[in-house]
């Protein structure tokens, strides 16, 4: 029973920083696919244009996207430690996104920043002459320091072993059978949506593009793009299995899927982690596969749907694209349970705006 109710604490904490992370994802991930959307009307040449309109609608989207992981570990730190894990936790998660530890070492330096603050507050004792410099000067110094040196020292290394331990694997697979590599890659495109293994193989994938190789770019955008398509088809299945504010992220997600954006799912893999990832990994890998096995190439390194005319054989790219998404929707339908009325509760508690007076900060005895 303690078990049950620490992990529901903790999906609470997670789900309170996906609230706040949602407008921005929304915001800025539109925006991007808007320029996109423009540029490609105008001359796709104007995107490559700085100062052009559309340059510079993809530039403040793209800026936007990159304060996902900040604004989510604040949002943990807050709903942990209220108003003073506000400032570390911004600081936290913009160093994860510095080491590469993405969104999950966002989430981790959010619970870190939260539950930190929560022991300064409880167990550092100051003077009354000193307690106006806790909250501006003790818990931001403190929490900061500490913090960043874990997040520093202790998540960056091992994630960063990871992604080198990965590129290395991902070479030696060329050789081998196309289809598993195609299946490999496609996976990892898919697997964080967006976070450090995405980028891993975006890198690698991006590398090769360079020397003339061009499958593994198609592989990138059919694993980007399956997410959002699978869980839309997934939702026309099984309305039921789905939270108001899960439809509401899918209203964004689906168009922020065409451009190949993919952040714009991370709300709804939040609140069921373990089967959305597992049905977009099936789905991707198999889509992965038939793009190698096809002979699919992509020439650009981004641009969603809208430059698949570019692709060689792009219809067998709609068709990969088309089999990986229903079988990521197929999958998650079956896999998924039905919403109950706890689930809706907790989105309308959430969807209501906390008003600041009635957060007071306290020193803990």
Same mark, same amino acid.
């Given at each position: 029973m303690a078990k049950s109710k620490n992990f529901t604490v903790i999906k609470?904490?997670?789900?309170?920083?996906?609230?706040?992370?949602?407008?921005?994802?929304?915001?800025?991930?539109?925006?991007?696919?808007?320029?996109?959307?423009?540029?490609?009307?105008?001359?796709?040449?104007?995107?490559?244009?700085?100062?052009?309109?559309?340059?510079?609608?993809?530039?403040?989207?793209?800026?936007?996207?990159?304060?996902?992981?900040?604004?989510?570990?604040?949002?943990?730190?807050?709903?942990?430690a209220d108003k003073p894990g506000i400032a570390p936790g911004v600081i936290i998660g913009f160093i994860a996104n510095q080491i590469?530890?993405?969104?999950?070492?966002?989430?981790?330096?959010?619970?870190?920043?939260?539950?930190?603050?929560?022991?300064?507050m409880k167990y550092i004792k100051v003077p009354k002459s000193l307690q106006g410099l806790m909250p501006v000067m003790i818990i931001p110094l403190l929490s900061i320091t500490i913090s960043g040196l874990i997040m520093y020292f202790v998540i960056g290394g091992p994630i960063a072993y990871l992604?080198?331990? *990965? +590129?290395?694997?991902?070479? /030696?697979?060329?050789? #081998? @059978?196309?289809?598993?590599? &195609?299946g490999i890659l496609g996976s990892m495109a898919t697997f964080d949506f967006g976070g450090p293994v995405n980028k891993t193989m975006s890198m690698f994938a991006d590398g090769l593009l360079v020397e003339g190789v061009y499958g593994p770019e198609a592989v990138k955008f059919v694993g980007s793009i399956i997410p959002p398509f699978g869980i839309?088809?997934?939702y026309f299945l099984t309305k039921n299995k789905y939270t108001k504010s899960?439809?509401?992220?899918?209203?964004?997600?689906?168009?922020?899927?065409?451009?190949?954006?993919?952040?714009?799912?991370?709300?709804?893999?939040?609140?069921? *982690? +373990?089967?959305?990832?597992? /049905?977009?990994?099936? #789905? @991707?890998?198999?889509?992965? &596969?038939?793009?190698?096995?096809?002979?699919?190439?992509?020439?650009?390194?981004?641009?969603?749907?809208?430059?698949v005319p570019?692709?060689?054989?792009?219809?067998?790219?709609?068709?990969?694209?088309?089999i990986g998404s229903v079988i990521t929707g197929v999958t998650l339908s079956l896999w998924k349970k039905q919403v109950t009325e706890e689930d809706e509760a907790f989105d309308e508690m959430e969807s209501n705006s906390v008003d600041d007076d009635a957060i007071v900060f306290t020193v803990e005895g």
């Open positions: 609470n904490h997670i789900l309170t920083g996906i609230s706040y992370m949602l407008p921005l994802i929304v915001g800025a991930g539109v925006c991007m696919a808007l320029g996109q959307v423009i540029g490609r009307l105008i001359g796709a040449e104007s995107l490559e244009i700085e100062g052009s309109l559309p340059w510079v609608l993809v530039q403040i989207g793209a800026w936007g996207l990159g304060l996902i992981v900040p604004v989510i570990a604040a949002a943990i730190a807050y709903s942990i590469e530890a993405g969104f999950i070492g966002g989430i981790l330096g959010g619970f870190l920043v939260g539950y930190l603050v929560r022991a300064i992604q080198n331990s *990965l +590129i290395g694997f991902l070479e /030696s697979m060329q050789g #081998g @059978s196309q289809f598993l590599f &195609g839309t088809i997934s899960e439809k509401e992220s899918l209203k964004a997600a689906f168009p922020m899927g065409i451009a190949m954006i993919t952040e714009g799912v991370i709300p709804i893999a939040a609140r069921d *982690l +373990i089967k959305v990832v597992g /049905s977009c990994v099936l #789905g @991707s890998f198999v889509a992965g &596969g038939l793009i190698m096995t096809w002979g699919v190439e992509a020439p650009v390194p981004h641009g969603g749907l809208f430059v570019l692709f060689t054989n792009p219809w067998l790219f709609m068709a990969a694209l088309g």
